[in-house]
């Protein structure tokens, strides 16, 4: 979930934006430059210059970012690639796609178009340094540019490794997708892989913080955790797109659901419907036609002692936009307002008229039925 997020500003028609987590990470950054990395390499400076070379430092990390992500879009957008924009979160950045690549030579392209970048900078960077050092500039110039150059260099290793999803983990799934020709296979080895690079992250977190270096320590292992949900997520969420692709909410509605008529009373739909049924949704009918819907919601909103004479038809919900889906909707659609509207059954409409409902648990079994077939052994 990724809503915690600002938009910044447009660029090259990319609109860029900042998660919540990136704050935290930029204030970590400024600090530990400030508090740690400048003072021990370039000491005997104040503690003011400390605290604006922090700041420019982060700045040029931020923008260096900014460079590496703008690579990946622009390779993207080259090849009709639908970019929606550029978010910086906790370990740097990603360029959201709406779709995958359509060959393993795109996909290789993209992926490597930002590390290249990030090389390219650590270079212009170093060049940079060196020519400060040669030209005696002033100390926190060169530490400055020292620091960019290094932190660059960082950025294109830490992205090469095949730890899907990061470039290295594209990269590595590209050749495996070229390799045999098949990209759900591709992205489940790529996947394996990647979890034990995960794995292998976390206990080299875990052995510097048991020795004597423990921010460092903690930072692997937060680096490596992140890698290992994502490494895990990938693979699965490929399958969820792959098996909803030109699905509609057709093709998952329920044509006879369980219905409440809408004369019976509030107690009476408790006791013979809620109870046995334990849904939290029921389509409601008058003369055989859904009319409406009730819920487990618009029965706690009345008192209990008026269960015995309300009718359900009295206090139901009318079919309305919210809680119903066209059946010609693309599923993906479909789940994407179920997931926002936090309403996992919804009615389904055909030209006006409510002819079933569509449940977020059926779709989930589906998921999982398609999961159980798919995945290898
Ligand atoms: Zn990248």
Known sequence: MLRRKVAL?????FTVSVDASWVIILFLVVWSLSKGVFPSYFPDLGEQTYWVMGVVGAMGLFVSI???EFSHSLVARRYGLDIKGITLFIFGG?????????????????????????????????????????????????????????INMMVA???????FPTDGGRILRALLWWIKGNINWATLVASRI?????VGIIFMGFMQLVGDNSIGGLWWILIGSFLF?????????????????????RHFMNRAPVTVPSHITLQAFVDTYLYPYHYKMFPVTRNDR??????VGILKSHLHEAWQHLEV?????????????????????????????GISRMLVTEQGRTVGIITLKDLLEYIALKMELETVP
């Open 229 to 249: 949900s994502a490494a895990n997520t990938s693979y699965e969420r490929l399958l969820v797109k792959q098996s909803f692709e030109g699905k509609t909410v």
């Open 94 to 150: 990603v360029a959201e796609m709406k779709d995958e690549p359509a060959t393993p030579k795109i996909e290789f392209l993209m992926a490597i178009a930002g590390p290249l970048a990030s090389l390219m900078l650590a270079i212009l960077f170093g060049a940079l340094y060196l020519a400060a050092n040669i030209g005696e500039m002033m100390v926190p110039v060169i530490g400055i540019l020292w620091y960019l150059s290094l």
């Open 194 to 198: 990647s979890l034990f690079f995960a």
């Open 66 to 68: 900014l460079i590496h």
């Open 157 to 163: 290793v830490f992205n090469m490794l095949p730890a």
């Open 313 to 341: 038809g009295k206090v139901m919900q009318p079919q309305n936009a919210e809680n119903s889906v066209d059946a010609r909707t693309p599923i993906n659609e479909a789940l994407t307002k179920m997931t926002e509207t």
């Open 9 to 13: 500003f447009k660029l090259l028609g």
């Open 290 to 295: 859904i009319v409406g819907i009730i819920t």
